[in-house]
């Protein structure tokens, strides 16, 4: 038996897989998805085994074909997904061993180092596994059983365990000294203790919204939503359906029933959400309709934990897996059907090698499985939209099914757009426009509950010196400092250092530049729009803020939703993680601090992005009997995204926007890939990328379609003290920019203290 291996060595000369002879005693360990321990190039390398073949390679002496060493762990992907790996690896110019790494168990980490030239290769293997624990239960003669007189603890366990089994930890902690007396009767064979798996990360919420209750009737628009799903599944080839229904129409119980009539056949359903702030919202309605058939999946889970549930799914205990962008690689066999919920959102963008869409890589898995793609969002992308409007897009069909509607008596929100130039010239200067402080008070009278976004944190975006106009940067990065009121520091959004500072009119205030104390706070931030509400409201108005810097630990998000939940009457103030998914009846204002925050980006998207977050954040309100309101305030109120917002139409957005990109060639009509080059010395920095630009232009020549730009600084020009530059290519719709990406890349030989990242398909500019 033969195996191909791809080593875990991560570098783009290894760009393929290396034969290996399976000796005998590892034929029935050495399958498709095991990790396995080989010799590579004089040294012992780590590698994931891809394929098995009965007949050695051909072409080769298979005398000469060396052995597998050992089996490190068990298989953690199957065939198609290790198909699916190596199209990533082409299609996004990564290693094929970055690739694989998304499939493998939750906190694997193995590998071959040595501490110094001399030293032999020591193996070093960390990695997450089951944890049984010990329970105690009665045996078969331990109701007849009598302890002596004098045995108190055997008499205390045995009455102890005459209500059931007890865990023994549990058992030691209520009865101290009972770790002997158990040991004792097990002798005697009165009780027996036995092993049990203990499944860790079975997370549970107290939120109303976390149960799905089974409504009475469907709409017309998810009974078309369904109809289409179940053609979809029926085709067997990777057919996607777009599920473009407004805010509050019921997307969940789509995904819910389609999910009931795959399991119906036997078969497995992935999910795919957002934001971790919404797993726990998700996962309960999920649960109450499914039980302990799901699992989940998400990165705040401890290795521990997502060790489990994703043990879970492997073994086939569990067959619904919910979690975020990596629950997409969850070992689930048979998969039947795969949902992306909110399919616009840029988090389903992976940042790091491999750095694939979500999207994109579900499409690729669901036409090799043949299952059926559901891509559901109130604002579908545009590259959805275009692929929906062709029919068809990589040999599949696309569908859009339109879900206008919300159900019951539940409607969409009124949206009101405050000119905040007006505000300001008629003499107010407070964060709040007199319409939304108006309604928020209203609120507050009326006992009820609001959410107020701006998509940024901290007090003030910045400190500047009014008699210098110094402001204050991070040393480390090309960016201005933001100032933390609470903790009176000055924070660097971008690497995470921080410095005291105290802000005007603190008697201690002093600039860094001159001297002078009058260093005051200038913009808004989510801290300063809690302090505004605490001033404005009564104070039996609960506030509760979310956004990077309250979310830092285990479980915070469902926390805070929870307190917010909870509450009679409160205000959530937060970023853009509190925009899209949440659904809370009570809530009937939204408020939009400052509309502008994302328009003005240097970057194509900016506009897309900000109707996206608009329209997410405008459905929280009025999901309930209660109508709801939705106040924006903007600087630019005559913007296409800003009107299609107030007049819930897209076209007067999308039409607009879409005859822009097809005049400039952007996504959705060619990919857009960026290469980005970075090191400590901006010589060799600059140097390394221009020789990969001239090697790109060469290999482009006059094709068709094909635009390179740059090279030239990256926005933030510099990151943790590395400098940074960037080059944008532009391909057709239907090219591969990937192969061609990676071999100028390899051509250029960057040297070690230079790093060159290719992103296709790029969404972050900056």
């Not at 309100?621 to 109120?637: D, H, K, S």
Request: net charge neutral; charged share 25%.
């Amino acid at each position: 038996m033969f195996a191909s291996v791809v080593l875990d060595i991560a570098t783009r000369a290894l760009d393929g897989a290396f034969d290996y002879e399976v000796p005998r005693e590892l034929e029935a360990e050495c399958v498709v998805g095991a990790t396995v321990l080989v010799s590579f190039s004089h040294r012992e390398a780590v590698g994931y085994v891809v394929a098995t073949s009965a007949q050695p390679p051909e072409g080769l002496n298979a005398a000469r074909v060396l052995p597998v060493l050992r089996v490190l762990a068990p298989s953690a992907f199957d065939q198609v997904s290790a198909r699916v790996a190596f199209w990533m690896a082409r299609e996004y110019a990564c290693p094929p061993c970055e690739a694989l790494r998304p499939f493998l168990a939750p906190g694997q980490t193995v590998r071959v180092r040595r501490a110094s030239a001399d030293d032999p290769w020591e193996l070093v293997c960390q990695k997450s596994g089951p944890v049984d624990e010990r329970w105690v239960s009665l045996a078969e003669k331990g109701g007849s059983f009598s302890p002596r007189a004098n045995a108190v603890r055997q008499r205390a366990v045995l009455q102890a365990l005459e209500s059931g089994p007890m865990r023994m930890a549990e058992l030691a902690a209520t009865l101290p000294g009972s770790t002997s007396a158990v040991a004792a009767l097990a002798r005697k064979g009165v009780v027996a203790v036995t092993e049990r798996r203990r499944v860790r990360g079975g997370e549970t919420t107290t939120l109303k919204s976390a149960v799905a209750a089974r409504p009475e009737h469907l709409t017309q628009g998810q009974t078309e939503a369904l109809a289409a799903i179940a053609r979809a599944c029926d085709a067997g080839r990777g057919d996607v359906v777009v599920v473009d229904g407004v805010t509050g129409s019921g997307k969940t119980e789509v995904y819910l029933d389609a999910i009931e009539r795959v399991r119906a056949a036997g078969k497995g359903a992935l999910v795919l959400v957002p934001e971790i702030s919404l797993t726990a919202q998700t996962v309960g309605r999920f649960r109450s309709r499914f039980g302990d058939d799901v699992a989940i999946l998400h990165s705040r889970l401890s290795a521990g934990e997502r060790f489990d549930q994703w043990d879970m799914v492997r073994q086939g205990s569990a067959h619904v897996v919910v979690g975020a962008r990596s629950a997409l690689f969850a070992p689930l066999r048979d998969v039947g059907l795969i949902i992306i919920d909110e399919e616009h959102e840029w988090t389903y963008k992976q940042e790091s090698a491999p750095r694939y869409h979500a999207r994109e890589v579900a499409a690729r898995m669901a036409a090799e499985r043949g299952c059926a793609l559901v891509l559901g969002s109130a604002t579908p992308s545009l590259e959805a939209l275009e692929r929906c409007r062709e029919g068809t897009w990589g040999g599949v069909s696309w569908t859009r099914v339109s879900m206008p509607e919300r159900p019951g008596a539940a409607r969409l929100p009124t949206v009101r757009v405050v000119d905040m130039t007006e505000q300001f010239s008629g003499g107010n200067r407070s964060i709040f426009s007199a319409p939304l402080a108006e309604a928020l008070q209203d609120v507050a009278a009326k006992r009820q509950k609001a959410v107020l976004m701006l998509n940024r944190r901290g007090f003030a975006n910045f400190l500047m010196c009014r008699e210098c106009g110094a402001v204050p940067e991070c040393p480390h990065c090309s960016c201005a400092l933001t100032y933390h009121e609470r903790t009176h520091s000055l924070v660097c959004h971008t690497c995470g250092r921080s410095w005291p500072q105290r802000a005007y009119p603190d008697p201690s205030t002093r600039c860094p530049n001159c001297g002078s104390r009058y260093l005051a706070a200038f913009g808004v931030g989510t801290q300063r729009v809690e302090d505004e509400l605490a001033m404005l409201l009564p104070d039996d108005v609960r506030i509760i803020r979310m956004d990077a810097d309250t979310t830092r630990g285990k479980g915070d998000h469902q926390r805070l939703l929870e307190e917010f939940d909870a509450a009679e009457c409160a205000v959530l103030v937060g970023t853009q993680m509190i925009a899209k998914g949440l659904d809370f009846p009570e809530v009937t204002l939204v408020g939009v601090v400052n509309a502008d925050t994302t328009l003005k980006l240097p970057d194509f998207r900016a506009a897309e992005r900000t109707y996206d977050l608009l329209e997410q954040v405008a459905g929280r309100a009025g999901r309930g009997e209660e109508p709801g309101q939705v106040i924006v305030q903007t600087y630019w109120a005559t913007h296409p995204a800003i009107r299609a917002v107030k007049e819930h139409d897209r076209a007067l957005f999308v039409e607009q926007e879409l005859a822009e990109r097809r005049d400039g060639c952007y996504p959705p009509f060619s990919r857009l890939s960026n290469v980005v080059c970075w090191g400590r010395r901006e010589a060799d920095v600059r140097r390394t990328l221009d020789d990969v630009a001239r090697r790109v232009r060469e290999r482009v020549g006059e094709a068709a379609g094909w635009e390179v730009l740059g090279p030239t600084d990256c926005l933030k020009a510099k990151v943790k003290d590395r400098v940074r530059r960037h080059l944008l290519v532009k391909s057709p719709v239907g090219s591969e920019p990937g192969p061609l990406l990676d071999a100028c890349v390899r051509a250029a030989a960057p040297p070690r203290e230079v790093s060159v990242a290719v992103d296709v398909d790029a969404y972050d500019m900056m």
